[in-house]
């Protein structure tokens, strides 16, 4: 066994027996870890011994030397504009790096002649403010997960488990991370047919995170909606004006996830069941699930969780030109121009998801890969109920350094590896930039009434 192998066996080992029960919290030695050997979001502090992922050294917390923006005018500048790649996986090479590609990656590799990964040296970007490393530390001996595994207790800030015991734990982390406390966005989407073509969709989004709010001292007093969410098509004109607002459940046995929508057509608020589970996603085009929103959401209760040791995987990171390209360059045929992709060799946690007995969903498993840092979902490949590759999800992160925030998707993608269809979700290039401190928002605003005046055209 190799010293990188060990080194990956001797973190897997502190991850699974760092408590004595499936659901207890952290024992007060391991949480003495945070922001020693592990990093404050509890990842391994260390490299790889064989340099390929670095030592984590405290992240981008602020705009870096020679880097000057406006962050209400422009998105983020790429800091590592000077960095080459150090190769490029291609089809013809794929078998090369077998051990450091996911399935969803060769299975791109093997179906588009065209497809290509261009990987850099790695860069652990990943920072967040002092306020929620201390909450982070705190979450650890005192969030625990609800008996059905499907709900929290006693979290704030976000990322509950930064040493996660399992993989509903895990999930957790990337449910409620933290992403600042209130933002407003715009972005676009783009459902790309086989032949390449598609039309543009452009959404206006805003979210409050309850959790995250620095005056909370504890979920439990949020009486259980971790966040509220409104999204607000503007464009095309046959589709401007619907409005979708949702409160997001803390423990969804308690009560599900509450949505509604509104409709122009009808001018009418109903409930929204349906924004749940495997029902098609808003704006997707029947191409995405509701709960493959930003690489999964939603309740855990239709499947059996599992977690794999941390290994080495080429993911899409630093991907900041993805922000700064216009669509039309972008958006290809088959797949994006894989050229402004930025692939790092990163730790990732592997999670996955098999259906239940009894339970419904057209994904019948689904394996997901998570950033060890930002512990958010970075790949994921959703199964049909045979047991074939399905769709393919990536979530190329950036990190919003001006805030400090990791785990920014530049965009996401969704491919459908059957039909050959795909969908650029989420991008904002063209967009103004994201708002992360957009203290305007009341939860006032998030209430069935309301969004029926959002909705008028």
Known sequence: MTKSKLLLTATAIAVFVSAPGAWAKSPADQAARLGKDLTPMGSERAGTPDGMVPAWDGGLSAPPAGVAFDPKKTNPPNPFSGDQAKFTVTGANAAQYDQYLTDGHKAMLKKFGSYKMKVFQSRRTCALPQYAYDAIKKNATSAELTPDGDGIKNFTAGMPFP????????????????????????????????????NLLVVQDEVIFRYANPAVKSSDTLNNIGLLYIANTISPARLAGNVILVHESINASVEPRKAWAYSPGTRRVRRAPDIAYDNPGTNTDGMSTSDSFDGFNGALDRYTWTMKAPTVKFIAYNSYDLLHTKYATLVKPQHIDQDLVRYEPHRVFTVEAKLKAGSRHVYGRRIMYMDEDAKVVNNAENYDGRGQLWRFQEVPLVNAYHVPHCGTGALELVYDLLSGRYMALSMRAEEPPVNYFADELQESRYTPEAIRALGVR
């Open 163 to 198: 040493i996660p015991n399992n993989a509903m734990e895990l999930i957790m982390d990337k449910r409620f991370s933290y992403r600042g406390y209130k933002a407003t966005r715009q972005f676009s989407v783009a459902p790309v047919q086989s032949n390449g073509s598609y």
